[in-house]
């Protein structure tokens, strides 16, 4: 489920567990490429997904298990602000290609969903 309205990190993830979800948590390549094909289909801005350090600097986790992330799609110039962007988002770069990237869990990006089956 993608949400339009623009949330903080926080206000996403409890958006996505009032729905019996959790903010996106993308473990393979196969699940990253279906996520940004509909994020072109829909709108290329900025999305929350699953992943923060806000338990450790530098150690990225997924929220919904706080299990470590192992796969990961970072731009080659992000993860960029380890102190101050403790939130994982998608982002399109200059060449409208979509990466992941760390930002200011505060910002207010639209957001990812996702639901076991
Ligand atoms: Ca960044």
Redesign the pocket.
Known sequence: MFGNDKRTWFESKVVCNTKNAYLAKVETPRENDWIIQQLFALNKGLHWMGGNTLRKVGEWKWESTNEKIGYTFFHPT????PTS?RCLCYFTDDKNAFYW???QCSAKLSYICERDN
């Not at 992000?78 to 602000?81: D, H, L, Q, R, T």
């Open positions: 992000e993860p960029n602000s962007e990237g760390d930002f």
